[in-house]
C-alpha cells in the first residue's frame, strides 16, 4: 500500500505542517486522530509548530514515532512562552513530553530526536484512543 500524505496541523498562526503516515494501518491513524485532537480540541492551548515521523529504538524493539515541537503562551501578564517536545509512540498509543526552558532548546532536542533517535527523556504516559 502507498502511503498517503495527511496534514496535522490546523492554526492560523503557522502554517500547515504535513508529514507522511500509512492510512492503511489502523495504530497510524489512531495516533494522527490523538495528535489532531491534542492540538485542535477545547482548550487547544498548545500550538503545533513542528512534527516529524520516524522510528527509535526502546528495550531493543523498534518503534515507530511521531516528534511534535509545540509551544504554549500562559495567560499572565509578561509570561514567556512554554515550549515541549513529545514523542508519540504509534505502536503502543503512548507519550514522552519534555518541557524546555527556550526555543532555542526546544528546537535543538527536537532535532537532535529526528536525527538520532533514541529513547526520548521525560514523562511517559500512556493515551487511551
Not at 501578564?77 to 514523542?87: D, L, N, Y
Request: some cysteine.
Amino acid at each position: 500500500m502507498r502511503a498517503q500524505t495527511v496534514t496535522v496541523a490546523v492554526s492560523s498562526q503557522v502554517p500547515s505542517i504535513a508529514a507522511v503516515f500509512d492510512l492503511t494501518n489502523d495504530a497510524e491513524r489512531t495516533i494522527i486522530d490523538v495528535i489532531r485532537r491534542y492540538f485542535t480540541d477545547p482548550p487547544n492551548i498548545d500550538v503545533l509548530c513542528d512534527i516529524s515521523r520516524g522510528t527509535r529504538v526502546v528495550d531493543g524493539a523498534e518503534r515507530r514515532t511521531v516528534w511534535t515541537l509545540s509551544r504554549f503562551q500562559p495567560q499572565r501578564r509578561g509570561a514567556k512562552p512554554e515550549w515541549s517536545v513529545i514523542s508519540w509512540d504509534i505502536d503502543v498509543i503512548e507519550c514522552q513530553c519534555q518541557v524546555c526552558k527556550s526555543e532555542h532548546e526546544a528546537r535543538l532536542l527536537f532535532a537532535d530526536m529526528v536525527t538520532r533517535p533514541a529513547a526520548a527523556p521525560g514523562v511517559s504516559s500512556a493515551i487511551a484512543p
